[in-house]
């Protein structure tokens, strides 16, 4: 996959490894990165689950639980040195306008969350992961565990723009605000991967997490970072949802699976004007000299004030005259209609060459946005 085009404020001295999965310990390799570069990171780093011995269910069979060596510590002295350690890394890279997500459960979330105040991050939310599906606890001795927590977090307190598609992710959700308790299921089925006929990672999260959070905390052409990679599921997420990512694993075996995954993503062909820009995205500014600019108007022209008698001929430097005022569209709307502002975009109307039929003003400027803001996003859509 090549990389998606970023907008030009993010170019870097170092260019940054787009789609691609980097080997090594996320400590490390973190540090090769340019700072002040990666717009969301996700991260599903180890839980140190501290397990003590096999999990048997009543029939006797064995629990295929985590017990791999890069979820061992030694301590949790150990584990918070190693979290201090990544949390750091991932700060430097992470820009001053991005935002961190990281997901545990109650072996180690609390920990990672302490860490995280104290290396100057802002929390922003903590969601909660409820599994519609959860294993039940079989020795009957404790609730049965049927969440994880996830820390959103910015920068610092002070950092004021952030990435958040509220009202992309409020009209997904039948126009209501979206919650900070999402019922999702474990990963399972066909969406399982595996390799050799097991599973091919312990914890592997389901895609409608990864996609939720990328949709929310991210824009077309972003670039999104996972520092515990393992089998790709943010990478496909990404890809699918025309992010950039890049990946960080340790192990091999997880690289080998995460790639054949990313192959065989496939990134859906849309129209450009399928795409939309978000909801939340501002208003491109269009100024009424544009008009003029981009030849959807030419002085000398008159521009008629609602259904009123008053008229106003467009001069030269984009400015209208009426009855000896003179002014921008806003200033002689309010001039002629006696009061101290206007609106001078829903107020003045021109005539329509083709049809005779007068149109209020603002079509123009919308269709020079529109025009605008597919322009913009074909440099970021992969074609």
Not at 1 to 13: D, F, G
Request: proline share 6%.
């Amino acid at each position: 996959m090549p990389p998606i085009p970023r907008n030009a404020n993010s170019k870097l001295e170092t260019p940054l490894p787009l789609n691609q999965v980097l080997q090594g310990d996320c400590r490390e390799v973190l540090k090769s990165l340019p700072k002040n570069s990666v717009d969301l990171i996700f991260a599903d780093p180890p839980y140190n689950l501290q397990l003590k011995g096999d999990l048997w269910r009543p029939n006797l069979t064995h629990v295929d639980a985590v017990d791999d060596d890069w979820d061992k510590f030694g301590s949790y002295g150990e584990y918070d040195q190693f979290t201090y350690e990544w949390l750091s890394a991932c700060r430097d890279v992470l820009k001053d306008t991005g935002t961190l997500w990281v997901i545990g459960s109650y072996h180690n979330i609390y920990r990672v969350g302490a860490i995280l105040q104290n290396l100057g991050f802002w929390v922003l939310n903590d969601v909660v992961w409820v599994k519609s599906n959860p294993m039940p606890n079989f020795r009957g001795t404790r609730f049965c565990n049927a969440h994880e927590t996830m820390l959103w977090v910015k920068k610092s307190e002070k950092q004021t723009h952030y990435t958040f598609n509220y009202k992309s992710l409020k009209a997904s959700n039948e126009d209501l605000q979206m919650r900070s308790d999402w019922h999702i299921p474990l990963c399972t089925g066909e969406e399982r991967l595996k390799h050799n006929g097991e599973k091919a990672h312990a914890t592997q999260k389901p895609e409608a997490l990864l996609y939720r959070i990328i949709r929310a905390c991210s824009n077309v052409g972003d670039v999104v970072l996972d520092p515990f990679f393992g089998t790709g599921t943010t990478g496909a997420l990404a890809k699918r949802l025309r992010r950039n990512y890049i990946g960080i694993e340790r192990e091999e075996r997880y690289i080998e699976v995460a790639e054949t995954r990313l192959r065989n993503v496939e990134i859906p062909l849309v129209p450009d004007e399928m795409i939309p820009p978000p909801l939340d995205a501002p208003k491109l500014k269009i100024p009424f000299g544009a008009l003029l600019e981009q030849g959807l108007l030419l002085p000398g022209i008159l521009l008629r004030l609602g259904r009123s008698e008053h008229f106003a001929r467009i001069q030269d430097d984009a400015t209208l005259t009426c009855n000896d005022f003179r002014g921008s569209i806003h200033k002689v709307a309010a001039q002629c209609l006696g009061k101290p502002s206007c609106n001078g975009w829903e107020h003045w109307y021109y005539q329509d060459p083709s049809t005779g039929e007068y149109l209020v003003l603002n079509t123009l400027r919308e269709k020079l946005r529109r025009e605008a803001e597919l322009s913009k996003i074909a440099e970021v859509v992969v074609v």
